[in-house]
């Protein structure tokens, strides 16, 4: 095994073990968010956000490349807001439903709470939707 693979398993667990750690993996948390009754999440989630900021100046800076040896970059986008409200409308009913979106769920899932496992069927099937009519979705 490459050691690259072995160096991003490393970084899985340790995000793992983070998300458990901070409870954003807890239903209740996240429930709390939505009922705006607690900061935590909100918290969590700038935090991810001022990361991400210097995390891609240097990726950017040093011409880190993807896994599949593609240079990192960042396109802006034309804002649609329609679009916007819609997915994040159904990305958030989804989260709030389920108590978790898609990087938490495996997290879920290797911590033992394997009807999590429905959940992942189901964002998997939602994906495999998505990309059979990506094309006629205006974008």
Same mark, same amino acid.
């Given at each position: ?6 160096? *991003?398993?490393? %970084?899985?667990? *340790? *995000?793992?073990? %983070?998300? @458990? ?12 968010? *939505? ?30 490349? @993807? ?5 990192? @970059?960042?396109k802006p986008k034309k804002l649609n807001y329609t679009r916007y409200l819609l997915a994040g409308t159904i990305f958030g009913l989804g989260w709030a439903l389920m108590g978790a979106? $898609? ?20 964002? %998997?099937?939602? @994906? ?8 006629? %979705? $205006?974008?």
């Open positions: 095994m490459k050691m690259k693979y072995v160096s *991003f398993c490393l %970084l899985g667990v *340790f *995000f793992g073990i %983070l998300m @458990t750690k901070s409870e954003a993996i807890s239903w209740f948390r996240i429930h709390e968010m *939505f009922r705006f009754e607690s900061i935590h999440m909100y918290g969590i989630i700038g935090v991810a956000v001022l990361l991400s900021i210097p995390a891609m100046w240097y990726m950017k800076k040093k011409k880190i490349k @993807t896994m599949a040896g593609h240079a990192v @970059t960042y979106c $898609p990087g938490p769920i495996y997290v879920l899932i290797g911590g033992g709470y394997y009807i999590y496992i429905v959940v992942l069927i189901g964002a %998997l099937i939602g @994906t495999l939707i998505y990309g059979l009519l990506r094309d006629r %979705l $205006p974008h």
